[in-house]
């Protein structure tokens, strides 16, 4: 959770995929902004990658990256807003929103907050870094995820989870450089990009299992708003 929140159970997994492609979608409509051909435009470039595999429609890929880059005549424009605040128990949360309409997100945000408390721009920012967050998956047999992160240039890595997937960190300005290099050493980058990894984090083993439900409902409800991409928990684990 210290990493990014992801919802829990087969039935919210389920449901995710109409959301995550949506989400994505979003990301490639923005980074298109910089140009349409992936080769030249490395956060395009990762965010195809990652289209792929999720497979992604390639017809939905397209459409993404036209209407972003203005080839479709359409008028694409999405503000970047980050809320800041905590969940029950005070659980320091960061959700990052891409909206075509402030003025529908801001009060729907406070509307969600209200079972924790919405904070001002800083109020907990300063206890996440900003940092590239590369999730990946071995691609041999043999691939150690310690040396991978030592040998392609990540500050740091996060064990496997249950899909035997492992979290690089890097610097911000590294991503792209790492995300490279990682093939080389048996890993292949399932998804690359900026986030923030709390500084201090909750051990979830300290709340009981009554707050515990209390922050994973609140969360849930947060990661349904349609203009929500990511959400970013001050929690270990």
């Known amino acids: 959770m210290g990493a990014q929140w992801k919802a829990k159970g087969k039935e919210l997994a389920a449901n995710a995929k109409g959301k995550l492609f949506g989400r994505l979608s979003k990301d490639i409509m923005v980074a298109a902004r910089n140009g349409a051909d992936p080769g030249s435009n490395s956060r395009l470039r990762l965010l195809v990658e990652q289209a792929r595999k999720v497979s992604m429609p390639k017809d939905t890929l397209d459409r993404a990256i036209k209407k972003g880059a203005g080839l479709t005549g359409e008028a694409v424009h999405f503000e970047h807003v980050m809320y800041e605040g905590f969940a029950p128990h005070r659980v320091a949360v960061m959700v990052e929103c ?14 969600l907050f ?4 919405l904070g001002t721009s800083g109020s907990v920012a300063w206890d996440f870094d900003h940092v590239g967050m590369i999730e990946a998956e071995p691609s041999a047999p043999a691939a150690d995820a310690e040396v991978a992160a030592i040998e392609a240039g990540a500050q740091d890595f996060e064990p496997g989870d249950t899909d ?10 590294d991503l792209d450089l790492v995300s490279r290099a990682l093939p080389t050493h048996g890993f292949t980058v399932v998804s690359a990009k900026l986030g923030y990894k709390p500084k201090n984090p909750i051990d979830p083993a300290s709340l009981s299992a009554a707050d515990l439900e209390e922050v994973e409902a609140f969360l849930a409800a947060i990661d349904g708003n349609d203009d929500v991409q990511n959400v970013y928990v001050g929690l270990a684990g």
């Open 164 to 173: 035997g997937n492992t979290l690089f960190l890097t610097d911000a300005t």
């Open 98 to 111: 891409l909206t075509d309409n402030v003025n529908r997100t801001a009060p729907e945000m406070r509307v």
């Open 114 to 117: 209200r079972k924790g408390q």
